[in-house]
């Protein structure tokens, strides 16, 4: 029977540390596992060069440091809706296989360099951080552009539902808080989705002033539904386009009601046309001018 090894004996096998075994598979130095999910035969594993493994960590680094990395890349000072890249979001993007994780906490994971400094470098850095980093509260207020108590009557009116939870422990505030989370890709959009609100006057109004929102009513489940016409304005396209493209708009935008003048959808989260017009541009901006 051919001997095999998971990542640790390799690394043992090998004399090299489990970090630089990590970034050796990563980066291709050495070949993927051929002995099942996550294990590699002895043959494989005592034909790689150690020293070339060794050399190939540079590092590692905590998620810390590779958070500041990519705010540095976002620009000083962060563009305005801009959340700041926090320890915890280098963590996200490991999950998302943007970033190897190399050890450390799992939510706060120790990173390559060269792989951070490569992501930093992408022109697409805002739209992958909206994509694969969810915001709590207070960050997703920011990336809006709006008061925490304006953000609030957003959750109110059912035009976003959490993606997620994290317990932060606040040790001054009495322990262990559950914090809701949220997708920032949909935060982003909102201005997209809900073209009818008047965006500038949420986003400016006073301290204090009761929020623009709080006189509108929250959406019923299943009966939040746009016109032909509203379709359009989403996806930024002339009304033709939506009309035209049939059963395209059936995973979001189903058709509910028929009449020779006016036709309604079901308005998806965020739109298949107006996420796919979005995420061209990288920056995302639309959903925070």
Partial sequence: MCEASDEYGAAGRLRVSVAAWRW???????PPADAGPGRWSRRLVEAADAEAVRAALRGPFGASWAADRLNEALGEPLPICRPRVTASAVGHLVRAGLLTYLGGDIAYPDVHPDQVAALARRRDLPALLD???PLGPDQAAQRLGVRRADFDQVV?????APVGTVDIDYKHRG???TVLLYAAEDIALLAVTRPAVDWHAVRTVSPGRRSPLSTLAPVVPGEDLVLLVEVARIAGVGRAIPSSTGGRWSRGCS???RSPFRRAFRRPPCPPLARHASSGSGSMTRGCS
């Fill in 175 to 177: 322990g262990v808080t």
């Fill in 255 to 257: 058709p509910t009601r």
């Fill in 156 to 160: 109110r009116l059912g035009w976003i």
């Fill in 131 to 133: 994509r694969h980093v």
């Fill in 24 to 30: 050796a598979t990563a980066s291709g130095l050495v």
